[in-house]
């Protein structure tokens, strides 16, 4: 896990040096869309460990003093595609800044500012994921150790209580730490987010087999010099792990019918997503050569008329298209996420309620940005299909959008994933 965030890390500063050094040609579309892959790939492998409390392993990764059991999701996948992507937006504005014939309005000025911004931003934050490969939960001979990409955590055996942790539910995301010396725990970063009463379940072993290790070593101190060896771990399963389950755990009752139709709604948004973007896809594909015709004669029309400079008038269409494609790939990847989320929250799990409100909301929001529609002026006799198919999109994602987000913040929603698992 640590060698591959890294590797995440690495192949994001290359995929940015790929788009600078070669903006002329498709290839930083290529390493766009092959980002796009990997954090599809890792996004629905975390997801399908996490929407299956039974499907992780009730073992630890055994490293040199340590039982680690590191986070489902590695931030390092983000960060590479935020860098990808900043090299893409550093290309665009290479080509507008160093283009003769290109006049520089407002808006260019503002695109470079939000990429200076980013710029700042993402690269301490690679240098921080990159220290924090090690990042998720670590049993050590003097302690808990939680790190976190933004804080961090150190509680020593002696500050924890006798009995606990107890063993979380199928739908809770923490497990409760209970204290008799709470001031013996150190922290470290943003303290804001982090509840030093709760510890994460969303790691790669088995919420039970965590909480029963800790708990073990709290009320066995003679055990917890060996923790680090395989012999020791080889004990510790075989006398805390032989009873977690390797079956699903049922919700404490089905759904109540706001949830019902918000998963509905859901579903719903899915299919509506994927279909509306293989029609964009379909129609500047479809329709190629009369939008380049077309393209074309406005551009000869201009020339005539206003004496502007000639360039590739059909490279507006060209872009549509790549546009369009990663639009359609990014649809792939909500849709996975919220399918995941759906999952979850049929088991009533708080994370999937909360998981489908943030696609809710990106897919309403989505629909009021002015990047949803395609700078592409089609012939007059197409134009009426593509303004239908462009408000068909509006009203549906903003629409299903805000339903969905209403029906999950009614209070029934909220209860249902709230109550004590089974």
Known sequence: MVYRSRLYIVLGFVGCALALLFRDSLLPVAVLFAALVVVLVEGARSMYRLTGFYRR???????????????????????????????????????????????????????????YFTAVV????????????????????????????????TIPWEALSPGGPLRPGSNEVHMRLVFTRPELVRRRGLRLLDRPDRLTTQT???????????RWYVEHPE?????????????LVSAVGADVPRQPVSPPEPPPPVVR????????????GLLTAVLDVALVFGFEDRLKAHARAVGEREVRDFGVEPVDWE?????????????LLSM?????????????????????????????????????????DVALEPPPDLASLFIAVTVLKRLGYLGLGVATLVLLMLPASRAFTRQSPA
């Open 315 to 327: 490279s507006s269409v060209s872009f549509s298209q790549d546009w369009l494609v990663t639009v």
């Open 261 to 272: 139709t918000a998963i509905r709604l859901g579903f719903a948004g899915v299919a509506f």
């Open 122 to 153: 993402v690269l301490p934050l690679a240098v921080l994921a990159w220290s924090m490969a090690t990042s998720g939960v670590a049993l050590t001979p003097e302690g808990v150790v939680w790190r976190a990409l933004w804080y961090g955590r």
């Open 57 to 115: 392993p009730a073992a630890f990764t055994v490293t040199s003093g340590q039982f680690r059991s590191p986070v489902l999701y590695s931030p390092a996948v983000t960060v590479m595609l935020v860098l990808v992507l900043l090299g893409l937006n550093i290309a665009m504005l290479l080509d507008e800044f160093t283009d003769p014939n290109q006049t520089l309005g407002v808006l260019d000025w503002i695109m470079l500012g939000l990429v």
């Open 332 to 372: 792939v990847l909500a849709a996975a996420a919220a399918l995941a989320c759906i999952r979850l929250l049929k088991r009533g799990n708080e994370f999937g309620r909360i998981g489908l409100a943030v696609v809710s909301i990106a897919a309403a929001g989505w629909a009021t940005m002015l990047c949803f």
């Open 204 to 214: 790669e072993v088995h919420p039970w087999l965590l909480a029963d290790a800790i």
């Open 223 to 235: 055990h917890r010099a060996a923790i680090g060896t395989e012999a020791e771990h080889a004990r």
